[in-house]
């Protein structure tokens, strides 16, 4: 089992710029989420999905999107990069969203300039 | 909306010697679901400690513990015995229909 992956591990964008970050997870978890983690303020989610076909808003979703076309992945886009969305991004997966233990990625390091 | 507090961004603490990191939240649920997950320098987000709001008996994972006091919304973790192992950040988190919300951590340092 490869867990929770999250590709690319470090990124550098300019203002403006559009990318994806990818997530995959082999649990067959049901529940999957993005969370941003700046310093000194912890993590914040982004946006989650309770399944194939749906998802939903975290605290934090302006500028993001998010689709969720198969149980494995869940893929965060960033339409139009802002020096306020550099950050650490972490993926997580679980069974369930509000009673289970959350399985962390091992984060993408993202710098917008 | 719920927020989760944790006072000490810094906490040390000599090794095999007992510490205890504090977290208060807020909320007007009652059956939520509280973690402390730990982040050592690799950034991997591990998790410590899983507590059930409904459930009255504290949870216990080998040298960790918790306090859990419903009334007053706090949910402190026990680390005995601290070992090397465990410096690292440590979050708090809330979870609750599917929202989970984090501290801002606190850094743990063990003096050997």
């Known amino acids: 089992n490869a867990g929770v992956t999250q590709t690319p591990k470090f990124q550098v964008l300019k203002t403006g710029q559009s990318m994806t970050l990818q997530c995959a997870q082999d649990?067959?978890?049901?529940?999957m989420s993005w969370y941003r983690q700046d310093p000194g303020m912890g993590l914040r989610l982004i946006h989650y999905s309770v399944g194939a076909g749906i998802t939903d808003q975290g605290e934090v979703p302006n500028g993001y999107n998010v689709s969720r076309s198969t149980t494995e992945d869940f893929p965060l886009r960033l339409l139009s990069a802002a020096p306020s969305q550099t950050s650490v991004y972490f993926c997580?997966?679980?069974?369930?969203?509000?009673?289970?233990?959350?399985?962390f990625g091992p984060g993408t390091r993202l710098t917008v300039l | 909306a719920q927020t989760v507090t944790q006072s000490q961004p810094e906490m040390s603490v000599q090794e095999a010697e007992t510490v205890t990191l504090s977290c208060t939240y807020d909320t007007s649920e009652s059956d939520y679901y509280l973690f402390w997950y730990k982040q050592p320098p690799s950034r991997q987000m591990i998790l410590v400690i899983r507590?059930?709001?409904?459930?009255?008996q504290n949870a216990t994972e080998n040298r960790f513990s918790v306090n859990f006091q419903k009334a007053a919304k706090s949910f402190s973790l026990k680390i005995s015995d601290s070992q090397l192992g465990d410096a690292a950040m440590y979050f708090c988190?809330?979870?609750?229909?599917?929202?989970?919300?984090f501290g801002a951590g606190t850094r743990l340092t063990v003096k050997p």
């Open positions: 649990m067959n978890h049901e529940y």
């Open positions: 507590q059930e709001a409904y459930k009255q």
């Open positions: 988190a809330y979870s609750y229909n599917n929202d989970m919300r």
């Open positions: 997580a997966s679980s069974w369930d969203g509000s009673t289970d233990t959350q399985y």
